[in-house]
């Protein structure tokens, strides 16, 4: 076996570690904001940083009536997603809905902001807005937003509502473009 033919294989590796998070201008067929993005392309968004962030969990949580997902993401430090069960317990335990044998809240407790976009479809900027807002809190480069997340849990729902999301996003595509 020559070289050239094992070398993609001992490459991969090392570029799969090297992906970076694409901007949502380098990620969608048009820049962010210029158009409405249909929601199945918002789902493959934050599919993409997901499978390329260490600090955002996509979980699909159903479907809508016309077979849509619908999803959210977590977005946190990576300790605090590999711990997200021990997490959400110690929240409920401040809430005193749940004790533990010593009926003690833990010392680690984490802040859980929960995000949600998009609950009426005629209002397709917040969905819009969340693509942002998972860009700007999954990036890497930004050491402050990096330094949050090592405090606070947070759960981002790009669409509430992926149905009449895309029934207004497809009418505003049909009568507004050019």
Same mark, same amino acid.
């Given at each position: 076996?020559?070289?050239?033919?094992?070398?993609? =294989?001992?490459?991969?590796?090392?570029? #799969?570690?090297? @992906?970076?998070?694409? +901007?949502?201008?380098? !990620?969608?067929?048009r820049?962010?904001?210029?158009? =409405?993005?249909?929601? /199945?392309?918002?789902?493959? /968004? !934050?599919?993409?940083?997901?499978?390329?962030?260490?600090?955002?969990?996509?979980?699909?949580?159903?479907?809508?009536? @016309?077979?849509?997902?619908?999803?959210?993401? =977590?977005? +946190?430090?990576?300790?605090?997603?590999?711990?997200?069960? &021990?997490?959400?317990? &110690?929240?409920?335990?401040k809430?005193?809905?749940? $004790?533990? $044998?010593k009926?003690?809240?833990? #010392?680690?407790?984490?802040?859980?902001?929960?995000?949600? !976009?998009?609950v009426? %479809?005629?209002? #397709?900027?917040? +969905?819009?807005?969340?693509?942002?807002?998972?860009?700007?809190?999954?990036?890497?480069?930004?050491?402050?937003? @990096?330094?949050?997340?090592? &405090?606070?849990?947070?759960?981002?729902?790009?669409?509430?509502?992926?149905? %009449?999301? +895309?029934?207004?996003?497809?009418? &505003?595509?049909?009568? %507004?473009?050019?």
């Open positions: 076996m020559t070289i050239l033919r094992i070398l993609p =294989f001992l490459l991969f590796p090392l570029l #799969a570690t090297a @992906q970076t998070i694409p +901007s949502p201008n380098e !990620f969608l067929p820049n962010h904001g210029d158009h =409405f993005t249909p929601h /199945y392309e918002l789902v493959d /968004y !934050f599919e993409r940083v997901a499978d390329t962030s260490p600090n955002v969990l996509l979980q699909s949580y159903g479907k809508t009536n @016309q077979d849509r997902p619908l999803i959210m993401a =977590f977005i +946190s430090s990576e300790k605090n997603l590999k711990n997200l069960e &021990n997490i959400r317990l &110690n929240n409920v335990r809430t005193g809905l749940l $004790k533990d $044998k009926g003690n809240v833990k #010392a680690d407790d984490r802040a859980i902001v929960w995000l949600s !976009f998009g009426h %479809g005629n209002e #397709a900027g917040a +969905s819009e807005a969340s693509i942002a807002a998972l860009y700007a809190l999954a990036n890497p480069s930004d050491k402050t937003v @990096q330094k949050w997340l090592e &405090n606070t849990v947070i759960i981002l729902d790009p669409c509430i509502n992926p149905d %009449g999301y +895309s029934r207004y996003t497809h009418w &505003n595509r049909n009568v %507004g473009m050019e």
